[in-house]
């Protein structure tokens, strides 16, 4: 008989590029196993707990017999009413529980499928390179065109609008921005908000703030949320997230907040995909974000310390940072002419360090590695200890 040749995979899911951390786990582990001694400064995983009282409602909650069933896919009213008055609270922001909110199991899900949910292939996504990047695979995956405005030092890292063609703009369908930034941690004020609403205003295209890091921040900035420009409810949409500002990224809590029109038909991919999330993980956000927020200011001082050995130690080794205001990153220059990619697994190999490279983020990364300070801070130290001897030999 004829052998029938393999079975392949939809065009949709080979337009995906490989995991960059996937591999990186597997080289890890195989360091680890050999003894290595391995700093992780690459995930961006919260390493310090959630508040006890968060735990703990987990708990009371997953005790209740009636709390194990499917849920709606919106959650109780009570959780969207959480996130309403967290907004009220921390933005001035003002939300309707029942059509402006909706509730996700982490931000990375409805990032994307709220690309696939508004974008036609062919549609233009506006993605800034470097960027998360969720935004660029849900691009590929909904089969839309990715257009890449640069962020880089000479533009502070905040997108010149004003340089994409019209003739783009006029196929725009979205813009995701994402202050404070992953992964070059710099931060905004209301300009480009106000800037990004008024191009969407004109072309008639939805804003995507991507707000995952705007409860980590330092020195006194607070970060903004983009509905509080006037009139943003028109064109805006903005996801939040719990994993980073109450430090619960392995229990999937998100949210998307702003037009209800542009949430509707994420609601309506959503309802095919999941069947609400478990109730006593709901109970504790709902405690999570109307219980006591003044814990965050003493762990966000535990990352500005960290933050500063980081930077003191790369300082020695001849690479500069400016102290960022926000996010749990440092975005570093590659001080010769290597590669991203070949830098990261050297100093790897060599040191045991473990660096994100920044062609992860895209092409305009290249020059850069990252840190995630989600370490302790004498491991940070260590790290950059190791480096200074490395460099020395
Ligand atoms: C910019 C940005 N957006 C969204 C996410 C996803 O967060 P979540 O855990 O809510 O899916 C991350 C996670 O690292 C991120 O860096």
């Not at 995983?45 to 849920?71: C, F, K």
């Not at 709220?114 to 998360?132: A, K, R």
């Not at 921040?217 to 109450?246: M, Q, W």
């Not at 702003?258 to 006593?280: H, M, T």
């Amino acid at each position: 008989m004829k052998e029938r040749s393999p079975i392949q995979p939809a065009a949709r899911a080979q337009a995906l590029p490989e995991n960059f951390f996937a591999a990186l786990e597997e080289k890890i582990n195989f360091l680890q196993s050999s003894g290595k001694d391995v700093i992780r400064l690459d995930v961006g995983s919260p390493d310090m707990p959630p508040p006890a009282g968060i735990v703990e409602t987990l708990i009371r909650s997953a005790q209740e017999p009636r709390n194990h069933g499917y849920q709606a896919l919106r959650g109780p009213l009570a959780l969207r009413q959480a996130w309403a008055s967290f907004y009220a609270a921390r933005f001035q922001v003002d939300l309707d529980a029942n059509t402006e909110i909706l509730p996700l199991m982490g931000s990375k899900e409805g990032i994307f499928h709220f690309i696939s949910s508004w974008v036609e292939p062919g549609g233009v996504v506006l993605i800034p390179d470097p960027g998360y990047m969720t935004y660029t695979r849900a691009a590929l995956f909904a089969g839309a065109e990715p257009y890449y405005f640069p962020l880089n030092a000479r533009n502070g890292f905040l997108p010149d609008l004003s340089a994409i063609p019209v003739e783009v703009l006029r196929r725009t369908r979205m813009l995701w921005l994402n202050y404070p930034n992953n992964p070059t941690a710099a931060v905004t004020d209301l300009t480009t908000f106000v800037q990004a609403v008024a191009l969407a205003k004109e072309y008639g295209f939805w804003v995507c703030h991507d707000a995952a890091y705007s409860m980590v921040t330092f020195d006194g900035y607070r970060a903004s949320s983009v509905l509080e420009i006037p009139g943003a409810k028109d064109v805006c949409v903005e996801f939040n997230s719990l994993s980073k500002s109450h430090n619960m990224a392995g229990w999937r809590v998100g949210v998307v907040v702003g037009n209800a029109r542009a949430i509707r038909p994420l609601a309506r991919v959503e309802v095919n995909i999941s069947s609400g999330q478990f109730r006593p993980i709901m109970d504790a956000v709902v405690f999570a974000l109307t219980g006591d927020q003044t814990w965050m200011a003493e762990r966000n001082e535990i990352y500005r310390n960290r933050r500063d050995a980081a930077i003191l130690g790369l300082a020695a080794l001849g690479i500069p940072v400016d102290p960022p205001s926000g996010a749990i990153y440092l975005w570093c220059p590659i001080p010769n002419e290597e590669k991203s990619l070949d830098f990261v697994l050297r100093v790897l190999e060599a040191t045991g360090v473990s660096f994100t490279p920044g062609i992860v983020f895209g092409q305009e990364g290249d020059n850069y590695f990252r840190i995630s300070l989600t370490v302790e801070e004498k491991r940070i130290r260590e790290a950059m200890q190791r480096m200074r001897i490395w460099r020395k030999e």
